[in-house]
């Protein structure tokens, strides 16, 4: 096989295994008392043979793993996992659930966690709005909404009172989702935020009025909103947590997203209490998971023991393909839907979507 041919294989380590057993014998057996050439030209035919042999059965290639291999069980569990998920339609809500994506710790994986789960979601079918109020812009970058200094965005909604259905932009990659975008304005929104009327609610109400012109137009209604949030507790984040009826928390699986936690609930109480009393925690993803540490299944042991209504069976792993994803302004949904990083986000949307 050429490296040209070798490239357009999907399966080519298990391959090159086959071949590399047929090549075994042979080269074991050569006379080296003179009869050189014969050897060769065994070897060479049996090299043929199992070349013929693993093109002809590349479709059975996998039931013919031994699945004590570590990477065989890995695949063959992957595997099953795609045929599991493979066109599963998922049901529509009694109503719109409104999801805040929070944690002040940064770098837990709330915007990649946002855009998969909403992507997911709407490649099943289901109506999505992501709302994005980080200043950063990340979530928009990876729907590949645009969200320069000259775009319309979700800070206009907060501080202009521009109504929502001016600033939400279609996902170019995916039917039935669409992103508020945020812009690089919002950096100093908290601070104009203090001084306005009803200042914790504005989201909220912008989104009811939304909700109502869609209905009023004829336009399905939303199934799922996901509101990501900056990695901070200021009036952006308690606005996400008043508009919202759910929080959805991811959690890295080191020792520090532990600490920055049980101070998220703490506010989390706080809102209930005095602005959101319908505000609850319904959901705990764990994030960037590494199998083969002890930290982590301690850490995801732990969260586990604490809130084992909240936490989703489906676990994230580390994944080198959600990391790319956003370079190419993609989710991973799009960018490699075939990646452990994928599978995992496909059911944990399951898994939100059938609660």
């Not at 996902?171 to 935020?193: F, V």
């Not at 209604?221 to 928390?249: H, K, M, Q, W």
Request: charged share 20%.
């Amino acid at each position: 096989m050429s490296s040209s041919e070798a490239s357009t294989q999907r399966i080519p380590p298990f391959m090159s295994l086959g071949s590399a057993r047929a090549f075994a014998a042979p080269s074991a057996a050569f006379d080296f008392g003179g009869n050189h050439t014969s050897s060769v030209a065994k070897a060479s035919g049996m090299a043929g043979v199992s070349r013929e042999t693993s093109l002809t059965h590349t479709g059975n290639v996998l039931d013919s793993i031994d699945d004590s291999s570590p990477i065989a069980r890995e695949l063959a569990h992957e595997n099953k996992r795609r045929e599991r998920l493979l066109g599963r339609k998922l049901p529509k809500p009694e109503k719109t659930r409104i999801f805040t994506v929070s944690n002040q710790k940064g770098g837990v994986g709330k915007t990649t966690t946002t855009v998969n789960i909403a992507a997911a979601l709407a490649a099943a079918g289901l109506n999505v709005l992501v709302i994005d109020i980080d200043p950063q812009g990340n979530a928009s970058t990876a729907l590949g909404i645009e969200h320069h200094a000259d775009v319309d965005s979700i800070y206009d909604v907060l501080i202009n009172d521009v109504p929502l259905k001016d600033v939400v932009a279609p996902c170019p990659d995916i039917d039935n989702l669409i992103c508020a975008p945020a812009t690089i304005h919002l950096a100093g929104a908290e601070i104009e935020l203090v001084s306005l009327v009803a200042r914790e609610q504005r989201l909220r109400r912008a989104i009811d009025v939304y909700s109502k012109e869609r209905a009023k137009n004829g336009e399905e209604r939303l199934d799922y909103i996901f509101i990501d949030c900056p990695p901070s507790l200021g009036l952006l984040t308690v606005n996400a947590f008043c508009a919202a009826g759910e929080v959805l928390i991811p959690i890295q699986c080191e020792y520090y997203a532990l600490e920055g936690l049980s101070q998220l609930l703490k506010n989390i109480e706080m809102i209930q209490k005095h602005l959101n009393a319908d505000l609850v925690v319904s959901t705990i993803l764990l994030t960037m998971y590494d199998g083969r540490t002890n930290l982590a299944a301690q850490v995801a042991a732990e969260v586990r023991e604490h809130f084992p209504q909240q936490v989703l069976g489906a676990v994230v792993p580390r994944s080198v393909r959600i990391s790319e994803a956003p370079s190419y302004q993609q989710t991973v949904m799009t960018y490699d839907p075939s990646s452990s990083g994928a599978l995992s986000y496909l059911e944990a949307a399951a898994e939100i979507a059938e609660r």
